[in-house]
């Protein structure tokens, strides 16, 4: 009898890395189809593109529309991955109706928090027990100047507390999922230190808060390798988790606002792939606190950065191709686990 052989000798991504972390994609309803494949085999967690924000799940006060989210549930129980939860509460992509008195006018804080706490309240349960991490608040940490958070309706009307609250109801409704903050520029020293600040105040305060997550949308130079390994260390030493929450890595340099390319041109991939390489390797030695790293998306026929921060121009950001063959990144990701 002959023995069966694998399909090809391209091992799991997943598998291989068991030992440290889990790795994950973000899909949407149609990638769940077309990448179907792929997702079963290399990842074992799952995150929702968009379909578990507010605007999504509650588009008018009241009515919840889950058939998206249930989905993508669906898939991942079948396929034993697990799933992160993304995201609860965001200046973006909530409808207009949350921030507005059913009169005319902006809501008052109460009105606010109670429609927060129903939201959370709805959704958390409804995943309970499925959903092994929640981005509970995203983005509320300002880029730029000496101010601590953005300027949101959230915080115009419930107050700086309005984060404390989210954790503190996503905690009452599933005590068992892991909360995170989640950010980008995460690794930028300035805004680092922001985010340092604003969870330990929560923790100080006691908040229900076990996590950072680190958006990490990247690209060939940016961020330098030691700043990564500095934010790294910094909310490492908040003694919370940290999960890879959006990760991808954009072939392009940020000054360069070309068009044109039909495919990555020389020296792009094999540059991927050293910091893909080096990346997964500070992931790795990090194994202590990071135990979630999730690509944003899964192979490269698609991706939000095909439109995304120039209109109409094809990225390449992943470790597969668009044909979801591995590329040099998957290589040197997998030689990293191997080494
Ligand atoms: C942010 C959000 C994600 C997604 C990306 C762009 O990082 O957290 O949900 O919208 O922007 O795709």
Redesign the pocket.
């Known amino acids: 009898m002959t023995q069966l052989q694998p399909k090809d000798n391209v091992p799991s991504l997943h598998e291989t890395f068991q030992a440290h972390f889990r790795v994950g994609a973000a899909v949407n309803p149609v990638t769940l189809v077309s990448q179907r494949e792929l997702l079963s085999r290399h990842f074992n967690s799952v995150t929702a ?2 379909e578990m ?1 507010f605007e999504r799940l509650q588009p008018e006060e009241g009515r919840f529309t889950f058939e998206h989210a249930d989905n993508l549930i669906d898939f991942a129980t079948s396929h034993g991955m697990g799933v992160r939860g ?2 609860l509460i ?1 200046h ?2 909530t409808p207009a109706w949350v921030f507005e008195h059913r009169e005319g006018g902006p809501a008052d804080r109460q009105t606010l928090l109670a429609r927060m706490q129903s939201h959370i309240e709805t959704v958390v349960s409804r995943y309970k027990g499925l959903i092994y991490a929640w981005d509970v608040v ?2 509320a940490v300002s880029d730029s100047g000496g101010e601590l958070l953005r300027p949101s309706k959230w915080l115009d009307i419930a107050g700086e507390d309005f984060i404390a609250k989210a954790f503190e109801y996503a905690h009452a409704a599933d005590p068992n999922a892991l909360l995170f903050y ?1 950010d ?1 520029n995460e690794s930028v020293p300035e805004k680092r230190e922001k985010i340092y600040a604003l969870v330990r105040s929560l923790k100080d305060k006691g908040v229900p808060i076990h996590g950072i997550g680190l ?1 990490a ?1 990247w690209n060939l130079e940016h961020p330098a390798l030691d700043d990564i390994r500095q934010a790294i260390e910094r909310y490492a030493s908040l003694g919370l988790k940290l999960h890879v929450t ?1 990760l991808d890595v954009s072939v392009f340099r940020h000054e360069d606002r070309r068009t044109d390319l039909k495919r990555p041109e020389a020296g792009m991939l094999e540059r991927q792939a050293e910091r893909y390489g080096q990346m997964f390797r500070l992931f790795k030695e990090y194994d202590g606190h990071v135990d979630s790293v999730t690509f ?1 998306g899964a192979a490269d026929d698609y991706t ?1 950065l095909d439109h ?1 921060p120039v209109r109409g121009r094809k990225n390449w950001p992943f470790l597969f191709d668009a044909a979801h063959q591995p590329k040099p990144s998957y290589w040197n990701v997998i030689d990293v686990a191997r080494s």
């Open positions: 593109e968009n924000k993304h995201t965001w973006n992509q995203n983005e989640n980008y958006q949308h959006e944003w939000w995304f």
